[in-house]
């Protein structure tokens, strides 16, 4: 017995292929969100890191201040430094 072209069948197998086709979309768009979500949090780390001073604070002075300079000053012009920054 020859069998013939059945729309039905095809039918059938074009719906398959659907939901197969459906079902993956989805696992890629919870892929694709997650994806987003993980690279979003690295991103927010990577921008507060940008803010953060690119050396310790002290030797950010340390390297500012010449302390030969400060050690060569007179009584009187570290009472005036003194003065100026508000200390004694």
């Known amino acids: 017995m020859t069998e013939y072209y ?5 039918k059938e197998y074009l719906e398959c292929i659907d ?6 979309d989805k696992k890629i ?7 987003d979500e993980k690279t979003s949090f690295y ?4 921008l507060l890191e940008k803010d953060k001073p690119t050396q310790p604070i ?7 201040v ?6 060569n000053l007179s009584d009187e012009q570290v ?8 200390v004694k």
Do not use: C, P, W
């Open 29 to 35: 768009d919870n892929l694709i969100q997650r994806r």
């Open 43 to 46: 991103n927010q780390k990577i």
């Open 19 to 24: 939901a197969i086709n459906s079902e993956y």
């Open 58 to 64: 002290n030797q950010m002075f340390e390297n500012a």
């Open 66 to 71: 010449d302390t030969n300079s400060i050690n």
């Open 6 to 10: 059945d729309r039905n069948k095809v």
């Open 79 to 86: 009472n005036q430094v003194a003065d100026i920054l508000g």
